[in-house]
């Protein structure tokens, strides 16, 4: 059976599973922002999987907007494998219904917990909304999941060369499937991640869509260089690299288009890029396996 799998990954984390399943199946590996700009996306192979990390307990906005270009899924064996540093929670759903959108069917969905890469709450009252930092996973807890990782590509590998069907990778604590279920992540989940994200007025974007404007938060320290590392890994082109007078080199821009993938901060070489006010000093992070390079290929347009 052929394969042909979709990747889109901010710290390699993603990348880094995609690349172990197709050396394990002989499957194409294509990455996502890469075919953004065409108008339709077709895959000849008789199977396709989507790989992609899971943000806010569901799918990327990127995803759902490169499921909408894609044609001819009917009768193909379609599966998901995504990543994730707490739960999977909704991801699986979210993406069937989207593939279901284009005439497809989510065959099987699989999660692989990788190191949380994302931000996290101080435990703090005043000032809430500024708290948040970036949160740091022992070294051992991140040796534990990446050996688990290995082992959960191997399985991954079997079952898709199976053409397994039915099995969804879903969990989540009840207090998330309850907030769910009466859409607190469309309105009190939304209004909070917007104002962590320095966006103070009102937005009839989703939740999903909304997360674009969250880059208003980023901004780039003293130590900033204007090397454009940051605009090279952004998989959207969602960064311009500007002149500053003041410092006397290139600063970067966020253009609201944002994916929230954090690429920009966590592969920056001078750790110059944050995301509000207590980012400065906290350890970054992308897998191991994955360099720089690699992230920079992921992000060109073919």
Known sequence: MSVEIYCFS????????????AEQTGASLTSIPSLMGRETISSSEEAIGLFFPVYHKGIPLILKRFVGK????????????????DTPAFAARDLG???????????????????????TPSPV???????????????????????????SVVSIADSVSAREAGSFETSADVATRLADRIGLPETLGKWAWLRIGGVREP???????????????????????GCGICAKVCPVGNIEM?????RGHPVPVWQQRCEQCFACLQWCPEEAVQFGRNTSGGKRYHHPDVTLADMVRAAERV
Do not use: W
């Open 203 to 225: 937005t009839e974007l989703s939740f999903l869509e909304s997360r674009q404007l969250m880059d208003r938060a980023f901004n780039v320290d003293e130590t900033c260089t």
């Open 70 to 85: 894609m044609e001819g899924l009917e009768g193909k064996y379609v599966f998901a494998t995504y990543t994730y540093g």
């Open 125 to 151: 009252l005043r000032g809430f909304f500024q708290s948040f930092v970036l949160r740091e996973i022992p070294l051992e807890e991140q040796q534990a999941l990446l050996a688990r990782a290995i082992d």
């Open 242 to 246: 500007m002149n500053d007078v003041e």
């Open 10 to 21: 901010g710290t390699g984390n993603t990348l880094a599973v995609a690349r172990g399943v």
């Open 97 to 119: 219904r989207h593939i279901e959108e284009r005439g497809g069917r989510l065959a099987a969905g699989f999660g692989v917990q990788m190191s949380y890469n994302y931000i």
